[in-house]
Nanobody, 124 residues
Framework: QVQLVESGGGLVQAGGSLRLSCLAS????????MGWFRQAPGKEREFVAA????????YYADSVKGRFTISRENAKNMVYLQMNSLKPEDTAVYYC?????????????????WGQGTQVTVSS
């Protein structure tokens, strides 16, 4: 059974930074595209970023491009999301997820395993 556990969320002022971490169980971690999604109250879950199996290619939502960086350490079964220049509109629960599709498939339905989420709150 695959388990994903996120950490690193919290409260930060606008313009600040946070680093989210996701620890994945399972021996085949390096075989899958990993992604981050977020969901704000009253809104649908939306794609934030994805990273390919080796970490060599990354994909971002336009709203976070240039501010967020996704990375992974396959030896540690870890995925990270470095978030800089945070804005109040970045406030949401952030989820780590494992894809069963191609890297540029940003649909939530392409991701079959999800973490429990970590809250990120950006104050103005």
């Amino acid at each position: 059974q695959v388990q994903l556990v996120e950490s690193g969320g919290g409260l930060v002022q606008a313009g600040g930074s946070l680093r989210l971490s996701c620890l994945a169980s399972g021996r085949t971690f390096s075989s899958y595209v990993m992604g981050w999604f977020r969901q704000a109250p009253g809104k649908e879950r939306e794609f934030v970023a994805a990273v390919t199996w080796s970490g060599g290619n990354t994909y971002y939502a336009d709203s976070v491009k240039g501010r967020f960086t996704i990375s992974r350490e396959n030896a540690k079964n870890m995925v990270y999301l470095q978030m800089n220049s945070l804005k109040p509109e970045d406030t949401a629960v952030y989820y780590c997820a494992r894809s069963t599709s191609v890297p540029d498939d940003t649909r939530p339905s392409a991701y079959h395993y999800w973490g429990q989420g970590t809250q990120v709150t950006v104050s103005s």
